[in-house]
């Protein structure tokens, strides 16, 4: 549910998204003007009948989502922010397309077809990496700090995915944040749960002939 500022009207949610239309016009109090501008994205939006894709919000509608929200955030952070926003999806997207690849012999375009964020809703495998991470200690598996669920059409049919986001420690040197993204197809379907266990397997054996293979230093 989201805060609703003095003066602003309900709008109906949008289905693909979970959010409502967002406005591009700057809030009363808003001190410093922010781009309209929006960028767009190299995800492919399934319901488009032109091949369009998807189109991130501009940084002005990216502040308004968080006031909605009742987030106060420092206008002169928001464009960074959404720079931030907008590559975490990019890698996101980039991570979906390493497990479709599987499938590329029956669907070689995937596409996304809509997206909702649950933040407040820990996945199961969050909850029970952060309950292992509590009985160990805190550095074993931190909670994320944010989750999305993505529905792809796999031409033709419905594939979610569910993506935990992580901070992790700063860059200092190059002064810039690091995250970490854990996307995997959700367990909706015995193809979902098989796809799961080939990249467990296969990851498990490359980091064992990685760990086994000698060094070669010079």
């Known amino acids: 549910m989201h805060r609703k500022e003095d003066g602003e009207t309900a709008s109906p949610l949008n289905p693909d998204n979970n959010i409502p239309a967002l406005a591009q016009s700057p809030f009363p109090d808003q ?10 994205s190299s995800i492919p939006r399934a319901k488009a009948d032109d091949e369009s894709n998807w189109e991130y919000p501009s940084p002005q509608q990216f502040y308004n989502a ?30 979906v397309m390493k497990w479709e690849k599987e499938h590329s012999d029956t669907c070689c375009d995937p596409k ?19 309950w292992f991470g509590y009985v ?16 792809i059409d796999r031409c033709g049919k419905e594939v979610r995915y569910v993506i935990d986001y992580y901070g992790g420690e700063d860059d200092v040197a190059n002064d810039v944040p690091v995250f970490h993204l854990d996307v995997r197809p959700a367990l909706d379907s015995v193809e979902s749960a098989m796809d799961r266990l080939k990249f467990g397997v296969r990851d498990t054996f490359a980091r064992f ?10």
């Open 136 to 151: 160990c200690g805190t550095q074993f598996a931190p909670k994320p700090f944010d989750r999305h669920d993505w529905v």
């Open 66 to 95: 968080l006031r909605r929200k009742g987030w106060e955030t420092p206008e002169n952070a928001i464009e960074t922010m959404v720079d931030i926003h907008n590559w975490m999806n990019e890698e996101a997207w980039a991570e």
């Open 31 to 40: 001190e410093i003007p922010l781009p309209t501008d929006r960028v767009i």
């Open 112 to 130: 996304l077809l809509r997206f909702q964020g649950r933040p407040s809703e820990l996945s199961p495998k969050a909850r029970i990496m952060s």
């Open 209 to 218: 002939r990685g760990q086994s293979e000698p060094s070669k230093t010079a």
